[in-house]
């Protein structure tokens, strides 16, 4: 079995669908709104809104089975950073598959407004992406916690290519 991450390639379904799901939310609202189409197509939504959920709970248990490793190479409480992000950016996306739900089972008067709600909420979700995003990205362009995968006496590269400079657990730059 590889040494390699899983959580970078797993990270990236919750963090696309983040960015597709207010899309298809305000698109499915407007034409809820509209009564172009049955309330029963959000279950489309609640579909992707449970990949999301799901993938960016998977990513999260990848991220806490290699954080020991990166915290080789870069502080902890960058780490615990990145953590805090997702866990909230996961919780708001939790509580939005809720008022997905909500839509289908409302009463019918009620199940446009409660869409535009969920709408809303998705923008949320997807501004929480970036803010969990910037922070892993850190982790890994500015911070060197790819350099913690390195095979030992690699020098810094891989694959040809130089990595920043990793910085000790401790925070110390030297």
Same mark, same amino acid.
Do not use: C
């Given at each position: ?113 409660? #869409?535009? *709600?969920?709408?809303? %909420?998705?923008? &949320?979700?997807?501004?929480? $992406?970036?803010?969990? !995003?910037? @922070? +892993? =990205? #850190?982790? *890994?362009?500015?911070? %060197?916690?790819? &350099?913690?995968?390195?095979? $030992?006496?690699?020098? !810094?590269? @891989? +694959? =040809? ?14």
């Amino acid at each position: 079995m590889s040494n390699l991450p899983l959580h970078p390639a797993i990270v990236h379904i919750p963090l696309g669908l983040a960015f597709v799901v207010p899309l298809v939310a305000i698109g499915l609202a407007i034409a809820l709104w509209r009564r172009r189409l049955p309330r029963g197509a959000f279950a489309v939504l609640v579909g992707l809104q449970l990949v999301l959920v799901a993938g960016g709970g998977l990513a999260m248990k990848l991220g806490e089975r290699d954080e020991k490793t990166a915290e080789r190479v870069v502080p902890e409480k960058l780490i615990e950073e990145h953590e805090e992000r997702a866990e909230l950016f996961l919780g708001a996306a939790g509580a939005v598959l809720a008022g997905m739900i909500a839509v289908l089972i409302v009463p019918a008067g009620a199940a446009a407004g409660v #869409a535009a *709600v969920v709408a809303a %909420g998705t923008l &949320a979700v997807a501004g929480l $992406a970036v803010r969990t !995003g910037e @922070a +892993g =990205g #850190a982790l *890994v362009y500015q911070h %060197g916690a790819a &350099a913690a995968y390195l095979p $030992a006496g690699s020098g !810094g590269t @891989a +694959g =040809g290519l130089t990595l920043p400079a990793a910085r000790r657990a401790d925070g110390d730059d030297d």
